[in-house]
């Protein structure tokens, strides 16, 4: 069963930064489609960015776009959200996902992840 785990979130202030990372036990990330996903109060679960296997492309939501950053580091078996330029309407729990069965992302889109890690709090405010 492949789990994944999230860690890295936080506090920050308006305008700051945070590095999310995702990393699973006994399976390689390298191998599997890698999705961020957030969920705000009281809102629904968004797609905001994700790395393809293979040939590492990318795809971000139109609402971090320019701002945040999915990185893999294959040495550690790690993919990462830089997150910049943070705003309080940033505040959600953060997910990582990992579609199993492509090799190319889009979107990302929820129903395309089969495995979720538990999640990782980031809060925006001054």
């Known amino acids: 069963q492949l789990q994944l785990v999230e860690s890295g979130g936080g506090l920050v202030q308006p305008g700051g930064s945070l590095r999310l990372s995702c990393t699973a036990s006994?399976?390689?990330?390298?191998?599997?489609?890698i999705g961020w996903f957030r969920q705000a109060p009281g809102k629904e679960r968004e797609g905001v960015a994700c790395?393809?296997?293979?040939?590492?492309?990318?795809n971000y939501g139109d609402s971090v776009k320019g701002r945040f950053t999915v990185s893999r580091d294959y040495a550690r078996n790690m993919v990462y959200l830089q997150m910049n330029s943070l705003k309080p309407e940033d505040i959600a729990v953060y997910y990582c996902?990992?579609?199993?069965?492509?090799?190319?992302?889009?979107?990302?889109?929820?129903?395309?992840?089969?495995?979720w890690g538990q999640g990782t709090q980031v809060t925006v405010s001054s």
């Open positions: 790395i393809s296997s293979g040939d590492g492309r990318t």
């Open positions: 006994g399976f390689t990330l390298a191998s599997f489609v």
């Open positions: 996902a990992a579609d199993v069965r492509d090799y190319f992302c889009s979107g990302p889109i929820i129903e395309e992840y089969d495995y």
